[in-house]
Nanobody
Framework: QVRLVESGGGLVQTGGSLRLSCAHS????????MGWFRQPPGKEREFVAA????????FYADSVKGRFAISRDNAKNTVTLQMNSLTPEDTDVYYC????????????????????WGQGTQITVSS
């Protein structure tokens, strides 16, 4: 069915930036609300950011608001997470995911509200 592949992870210094991309294949990307999540070691996966199918609506976790920006290019079937002003607290495995429902201009933040997931990409922020 739907397959998601993240890229762009790596090592960056505190205050630096990284740009993650998620390639979507299978299904119809234009109909899919997309999100980014992260999972600290030994902890539960948590919401980071999401974008509606049209791109008109976005929502961010308080911890990343003002620093991260989610966007999408429906012509290229990709969703992007621009990460700025990074701190060691942002060190995590980041996952791209698809919302189970094709909602119009609505965002959901729960892990169990998403059904397809990428393999994850490691982000490490050094001090």
């Amino acid at each position: 069915q739907v397959r998601l592949v993240e890229s762009g992870g790596g090592l960056v210094q505190t205050g630096g930036s990284l740009r993650l991309s998620c390639a979507h294949s299978g299904g119809t990307f234009d109909n899919d609300n997309m999100g980014w999540f992260r999972q600290p070691p030994g902890k539960e996966r948590e919401f980071v950011a999401a974008i509606s199918r049209s791109g008109r609506v976005t929502f961010y976790a308080d911890s990343v608001k003002g620093r991260f920006a989610i966007s999408r290019d429906n012509a290229k079937n990709t969703v992007t997470l621009q990460m700025n002003s990074l701190t060691p607290e942002d060190t995590d495995v980041y996952y791209c995911a698809r919302d189970r429902l094709d909602l119009i201009d609505r965002i959901r933040t729960g892990v169990h509200e998403y059904d397809y997931w990428g393999q994850g990409t490691q982000i490490t922020v050094s001090s």
